[in-house]
């Protein structure tokens, strides 16, 4: 069932290694993302982003040389670009904004402006309580979550590089792809990668790129009247539910299940009945907690589940179509990159990798340490 | 080992990093609810209660719930590799901690570990976990 709000424009920003400014990318990405739509900044009365500064869509308002009569900048790592759908459907049925633009943008490559340890800020409890033994922020707490998933449920690293192997297969696919062109992946390469924090070698660990997307939004009813074919939104959810690394008591169970549930609730929908699947692949372990939280299999069961190849291209579970943030691109939230392929997927415009005749998609994002978890469900009619 | 810098502690910590002068570890508990948790708060995440909170003396033992070794440095002042770990203490809440005594790749899930500290310049202590039976 829609939501009466759809998805009318996408784009991405130059990817990869840019040398361009923050707002710059952003600029690239919400005009294409509007000449996409046949819309113009002059349509815009709604901005969702963050990652540009303290006052986030405040400065991009401002730079864009607009007045918005709604914003958001709710600070979720990468899964605030699926909140912000869920916000923006509320905002356009509410009459409280007719266009809303949902973006984000990243130079952390070109500006080498990511750091290992993460941004603890001082007066936090975990900068007293967790900082002071230098975890990696977020790798070492994945990387904990992989070592325990592994031992509870028998699982290797072998099986669990094959995500990475299969992120690899679909972004040979992907002209866009930071590894377009880089060949195959294997599971030896994946093992034999360095280590950063065990058992997660690099090749476990998404991309560090520049890059940005955009998604513009509008009510179904306006949406039929604009050029690109509507991608409805047609349901979402979401779980908040930790900072620290010790306030979540099973490693292993993530907030997404609640977060999948609540969006296929909405959509009327069973995980059967969606073709193809996008989820934050910030780290491989990150996938498989995932595809349980979605309920493809049961808990403990993903590593062999995939086993047979399923999530690569040709498989029964189209997942992360692009090549994800494992082998596309990975710009430090990745969340709306997430949107992006979801709707070009539902407008069958990817080519190579497109899945036959899908009609259905869900986008899933996870952010900080699986602190922050959404999922939005969209659909189009053809 | 080259740890980072401690922040001071605050007013709702003050307390917890004073035991550690004496190298004591406490766990923070609610009286209204008799439950525990970590790391200290103004809240008990149990029951709502603000008004109940006290610190106890902990058994300083536990069991490693996952660790991860890690082998690039996060600040350029700290040696590689070294064991990160969720540590189950006895009264049931979990410390993010480091693990020494042993090397980096020899500990597993499910070790029983004890308390150790590191002292630290200003007088207060840092808990780390050995072997139980070291």
Known sequence: MSEGVAIVGVAESDLGVTNQTILGLQTQAITRALEDAGLTLRDVDGLATSGISRFSATQLADWLGIQPRWTDSTFAGGSAYEMYVARAAQAIRAGQATTVVISFASNQRSARSRSLAGVIEDHTPEAQFETPYAPLYPISYYAMVAQRYLHEFGATREQLAEIAVAAREWALLNPKAFRYGAGPLTVEEVLAAPMISSPLTVADCCLVTDGGGAVVLTSSERARDLRTTPVEVLGYGERTTNTSMTAVDDLTASGAAGAVADALARAGLAIGDIDVIEVYDSFTITVALTLEALGVCGRGEALDFIQDGRIRPGGQLPLNTNGGGLSYCHPGQYGVLLLVEA???????????????????????TGGIFSTHATVVLGVDR | ??????????????????????????????????????????????????????????????????????????????EVPYAIARVRLDEGVVCLTRLTGAEPDAWRIGDRVRVDWVDLPDGRALPVFVPASG
Do not use: K
């Open chain 1, 343 to 365: 709707v070009r997927q539902l407008r069958g415009e990817c080519g190579p990798r497109q899945v036959a005749g899908a009609r259905t998609a869900l986008a899933h994002g």
């Open chain 2, 1 to 78: 080992m080259n740890l980072s810098s401690v922040p001071a502690p605050d007013a709702i910590t003050a307390g917890w990093w004073e035991a550690t002068r004496e190298h004591r570890l406490t766990v923070q508990r609610c009286g209204a609810c008799s439950r525990a948790q970590h790391p200290p708060r103004s809240v008990c995440i149990h029951c709502g209660r603000t008004d109940a909170l006290r610190l106890d003396d902990a058994a300083g033992t536990g069991v490693v719930d996952s660790y991860t070794v890690v082998y690039r440095a996060p600040f350029p002042h700290v």
